[in-house]
C-alpha cells in the first residue's frame, strides 16, 4: 500500500520539479536523516504536532532548497506522509533507472569475488535484459553466491549446500 501512495507522490514531483536528479539526490539525504531512531520516532509520533515535524524536515533541507521541493514537503506534511519520504525517494531512483535503461545490483558472496567475474556476470546480465547492469559486490554470510538487480527482479543464487542437495536427489533417483 505504502509503495502504490509513493508512486503518486513521486509522479506528482517529478512533474513539478525542474531536475528529478537533484530532487531524488535531497530525498535520498532526507531518507538517511530520517532514518535515525530518534526521527523515526518524531516523524511516527501523535503527540508531536504536523506542523513542527514538517519544519523539522524542511530545516533538514536548508535554505537553499528548489521551492517546488518545499512545496512537496509542505503537501507531505499537511497529509501525514512525511515517513514515506523514503519510498517515494526508491520509486524516483527506480523511475530514473528505467529512463535510463541504467540499473544497478549486487552480488553477494562469503568470499572475494575477482572483478574480472564480477564484470563478466554484468555483461551477461546485460545482455539477457538489453539494459546496462552495474553491479557492486557485498560480504554475506551465503556458502555461495547470490546476484540481484532488484529493479529487474533478477534473482540467482548459487549455494553449494543445494546443488548438494539437488546432486544426491539426482543420484537417488537413478538407482
Known sequence: MEELIAKRYAKALSEAVSNVEDAVSVLDALSEALSSPKAKEIIASPIVP??????????ALGKDADGALVNFVKVLGEHGRLGLIPAIAKVLHADLQKAANRYEGVVQSASDVPAEEVKRLEQTLSSYTGATVALRTEKSDIDGLRVRVDDLGIEVNFSKARVKEQLIDFIKKSL
Open 50 to 59: 504536523a506542523s513542527q515535524k514538517t519544519e523539522l524536515v524542511l530545516e
